[in-house]
Antibody, heavy 113, light 106 residues
């Protein structure tokens, strides 16, 4: 079964850090670009970051300089290191295969004092 | 930056045809996708490449494109189609989503 499973979410204070993980299974992970998409309390979907098969990363303006995307193909894993977190980063974070056809169940990040 | 604009809500009666539009300059050059999201669930891809339907998606879902506007059509909407719908496009590797449309079937 093709599957993505996120983990690592939680409650963190403003200015803190968190590392999200996404475990892929059921497909050849190394052959796919992978994205992070988040959904805040306002409800809409917001693209966060992408990493290509060669490891080249791109970020939305809202997280550039604070978040770092990475992948470990040997472990079929995607990561998102989130630093200098803000209240506005509070959201459910999804990892998504580039085709848009496979989404994880999401992991919740809450930034609050 | 790229923007996609959708109506915030659409309402139809069961069995009627629902149409949700999405507009943005990027759509004249790039394909659109549509995602359906029900409460507490991850989004599901229902249309890709403007009008292609993934396997397992009912035939009542269709997509079309004209210039800078794409349209998701649900022919004979069912109660289970009540959900939020998001259009999407990609400018190179960077993604953009519309603000979402709440479809009410009642």
């Amino acid at each position: 079964e093709v599957q993505l499973v996120e983990s690592g979410g939680g409650l963190v204070q403003p200015g803190g850090s968190l590392r999200l993980s996404c475990a892929a299974s059921g497909f050849t992970f190394s052959r796919h670009d992978m994205h992070w998409v988040r959904q805040g309390t306002g409800g809409g979907l917001e693209w966060v970051s992408v990493i290509g098969t060669s490891g080249d990363p791109y970020y939305s303006d809202s997280v550039k300089g604070r978040f770092t995307i990475s992948r470990e193909n040997a472990r079929n894993s995607l990561y998102l290191q989130m630093n200098t977190l803000r209240v506005g980063d509070t959201a459910v974070y999804y990892c998504v295969r580039a085709g848009g056809d496979v989404w994880g169940q999401g992991t919740t990040v809450t930034v609050s004092s | 930056s790229y923007e996609l604009t959708q109506p915030s809500s659409v309402s139809v009666s069961p069995g009627q045809t629902a149409r949700i539009t999405c507009s943005g300059d990027v759509l004249a050059k790039k394909y659109a996708r549509w995602f359906q999201q029900k409460p507490g669930q991850a989004p599901v891809l229902v249309i890709y490449k403007d009008s292609e339907r993934p396997s397992g998606i009912p035939e009542r879902f269709s997509g079309s494109s004209s210039g800078t506007t794409v349209t998701l059509t649900i022919s004979g909407a069912q109660l289970e189609d009540e959900a939020d719908y998001y259009c999407h496009s990609a400018a190179d590797t960077l993604w953009v989503f519309g603000g979402g449309t709440r479809l009410t079937v009642l």
